[in-house]
């Protein structure tokens, strides 16, 4: 049953590491109809706890704190206390954020440029069993469900102990494409990238593209063309 429907408000607890941050949205969500406050977390290990303690209706969760981030805290709250929604709320708009959060159970992303009509709006289609989704969002899941599927060779495991996004990058290096081009097929900046890049050739002691390339083929990432 929704607030709209028993005429009470969606409790919500706050979780965000950042304290002016945390308090701005709380002061927020008080001047917003049909939200109360009902506690506030500075990481995902205490919005564990307060969801254990007061069983709100939704979590406004932060992704990247301390000790437990937005990803794993959203993974446990859903569970553990399958009865609260979670609702992203970060600065973070990249794949590499939205894709974990909504695998882990988030039922609405937001970045943290939302107006309160918007917050809203997304607490309350996640109540009623919707997806709660900033426009943006949308077209950013639309657009990855409408990727053409690459040919992949199958899965194995990392050499190198390379992440499974460094593993992606690696393989799209082999397919020529250059770092702009890498960005815009994760939907990532470009710095993303760099960082990526750094850390792989760091863990294979690579140290160019082509070694890349000939270390991808060589490690069985990807596969020569058929003639």
Not at 177 to 194: D, Y
Request: proline content about 5%.
């Amino acid at each position: 049953m929704t607030e709209e429907e028993n005429g009470k408000p969606a409790r919500v607890v706050v979780a965000d590491d950042q304290t002016v941050v945390r308090e701005g949205i709380v002061m927020l969500l008080g001047l917003l109809p049909g939200i109360e406050v009902v506690g506030a977390a500075g990481d995902g290990d205490e919005a564990v706890k307060l969801v254990a303690e007061l069983a709100p209706d939704v979590v406004l969760m932060d992704l990247r704190m301390p000790r437990c981030d937005g990803v794993e805290a959203t993974r446990r709250i859903r569970t553990g206390h399958p009865g609260t929604q979670v609702v992203v709320l970060t600065t973070f708009a990249d794949d590499e954020s939205l894709f974990p959060a909504l695998r882990a159970g988030a039922r609405g992303y937001l970045t943290k440029d939302a107006g309160g009509d918007e917050i809203v709006r997304a607490v309350r289609s996640v109540l009623s069993g919707d997806a709660g989704l900033s426009p943006s969002i949308q077209r950013r899941l639309l657009e990855r469900l409408s990727e053409p599927e690459r040919e992949r060779v199958p899965a194995v495991e990392a050499p190198d102990g390379l992440t499974a996004r460094e593993t992606e990058v690696l393989v799209l290096i082999a397919e020529g494409l250059t770092n702009q081009e890498i960005a815009r097929r994760l939907h990532v900046s470009t710095a993303t990238v760099k960082t990526h890049i750094n850390n792989l050739f760091a863990k294979t002691g690579l140290k160019d593209r082509a070694q890349a390339v000939r270390y991808a083929y060589a490690e069985g990432l990807v596969r020569p063309p058929s003639r």
